[in-house]
């Protein structure tokens, strides 16, 4: 298969020279290739939004896919690839890593693994959804070890897999990938992927200080709201390192039945995480990286703006 032919070749192993002749391509064909459509990359997966968007990616693109999870990354393979649409070559594809964004080093060790596994490919599409939840309705509730930990995962989680995603991004002149199309042979390609790269992290629409009419939920809205100031400094950033060849932006995902969100089922208009995760996926993949477009800025399951 091209991929054991990729995997071989980049990480230095020797390749059956009648694997290369049966797929009628050289080594070097096959690294070109890789670079030029990049790879994915979901953080966590191991539930929810993340879960769903990673066998998304895997059902819907052609794309190599890391995923990650705290812990127990084997069963999280189990349950990525359970879904029953995905394609043939979906396990080849999916990489797991043990992230834990408490601690740096763990993200740390993941971007260096990735860049001796896929050398000088850059990242084509991330979602970084890093997320708890601590209920503190009044102020009498807030307590200092949960709030903590509010910041550490909310705030601080998304702001250390900036710092080291963001060496994978492309530069300026690196160069456009190259655009997908559903359309063809390809049945699975059915995002249409385009020409520059894409980081998304996961705000949520309590982080919103304009739309906040009800108050409560003091750390979780207060983290929350560090999400959309890092997506537009961090975008500010990429205009300047990549250009119109990477881009970032925040997104709420609607109010989505997973765990995160049993408490509160009851009465409400809910999404599944395949759904959200499809619907955000597609509005990502369609937004262009023209300062006009909506980049930097936070976006909801619809296509509507959540203003700070």
Sequence with gaps: MIHDVIRASIKGEAVPLELIRDQSLTISDNLMALVSQGFALVTPASRGIGLASA????????????ATARRNCDEVRDRILSCKTLSSDAEKRLRMFEVDVKHESTISSMTDTIRKEYPETPLRLALTVPGILHVDKSPSQVDAASALESFQVNALGPLLLMKHLSQLLPTRSASAFEPTSASGSNRNNSLNLPSHAIYAMMAARVGSVSDNSSGGWYSYR?????????????DLYL??????????????????????????????????????????????????????????????????????
Aim: glycine content about 6%; hydrophobic content about 40%.
């Design 239 to 308: 205009r300047s390192r990549s250009g119109q060849k990477a881009l970032a932006v925040a997104l709420h995902p609607g109010t989505v039945r997973t765990d995160f969100t049993k408490e509160f089922w009851k009465g409400r208009d809910m999404l599944e995480p395949l759904d959200s995760a499809e619907r955000l996926l597609r509005f990502l993949v369609e937004m262009p990286p023209d300062i006009k477009s909506g980049r930097g800025r936070c976006w909801d399951w619809k296509g509507n703006e959540v203003y700070p």
């Design 222 to 234: 207060a983290s929350k709201a560090s999400v959309f100031q890092l997506a537009k400094s961090f």
């Design 55 to 66: 066998q998304q990616l895997l059902t819907q693109t052609q794309l190599p896919v890391v």
